[in-house]
């Protein structure tokens, strides 16, 4: 079974630090890797994109990389925000689309 | 231009119970999932359509799991004889094709709390 884990499963920093969230899987075929944004009672949103050809993918002040090789991807988010709190979850893609996500982290950016 | 929706936000059942949860994908959109995620887990995939054919639907849990999109747009989940364990949030998702790289669209969810 492919596997994805995030860590730490929660986090809490004071407003304005720059933060990495990591990903890692045991897949190194690859399609893509997603990260996504959760908040309480809504659905997922989208962040960023990396295809496998790729290495990096960046979005205002977030930055992801994919290292296929090691199985790993960071999230960094710079100057975080208390709007930046909620869960952020990764997935990859196996086989036709569907998506294979990690348990998430919880980010609490404290004002 | 709205994304995708889905009905009830929120629905309670008596352990035993039918429920049907509803997805409205996004017009035009291809490909449609079914997700179900328990508290404090990741997203765990059910099952997968590309227009009306029910392409992979290895992620059901149990033969009292059915999904359907008979016309290619709208898809229900069904639960038949609700347990316990059904309660999660269920996630719906849409994408514009069948290709691996194409984003998927989520919905906000259905709470199903089974008592």
């Known amino acids: 079974k492919q596997e994805v884990t995030q860590i730490p499963a929660a986090l809490s920093v004071p407003e304005g630090e720059n933060l990495v969230l990591n990903c890692s899987f045991t897949?190194?075929?690859?399609?893509?890797l997603q990260w996504f944004r959760q908040d309480p009672g809504k659905g997922l949103t989208s962040l960023l994109l990396?295809?496998?050809?790729?290495r990096e993918q960046t979005s205002g002040r977030l930055n992801a990389s994919l290292d296929k090789s090691s199985g790993r991807s960071t999230l960094y988010i710079a100057a975080s925000q208390p709007g930046d709190s909620a869960t952020y979850l990764c997935?990859?893609?196996?086989?036709?689309?569907?998506?294979?996500f990690g348990q998430g982290t919880r980010l609490t950016i404290n004002p | 231009g709205a994304g995708v929706s889905q009905s009830p936000r929120y629905k309670v059942a008596k352990r035993g119970q039918d429920v049907a949860l509803r997805c409205d994908p996004i017009?035009?959109?291809?490909?449609l999932f079914w997700y179900q995620q328990a508290l404090g887990q990741g997203p765990e995939f059910l099952t997968y359509?590309?227009?009306?054919?029910?392409?992979?639907k290895s992620g059901l849990p149990s033969d009292r799991f059915f999904a359907e999109r008979p016309e290619g747009s709208v898809s229900t989940l069904k639960i038949q004889r609700t347990q316990q364990e059904d309660s999660a949030v269920y996630l719906c998702?849409?994408?514009?094709?069948?290709?691996?790289?194409?984003?998927?669209?989520f919905g906000p969810g259905t709470r199903l709390t089974v008592l």
């Open positions: 998702a849409s994408s514009f094709s069948s290709g691996t790289t194409d984003t998927q669209y």
């Open positions: 897949d190194s075929a690859i399609y893509n």
């Open positions: 359509f590309q227009n009306e054919a029910q392409l992979d």
């Open positions: 997935a990859h893609v196996q086989g036709a689309q569907k998506l294979v």
């Open positions: 990396i295809q496998s050809s790729q």
């Open positions: 017009s035009g959109h291809v490909s």
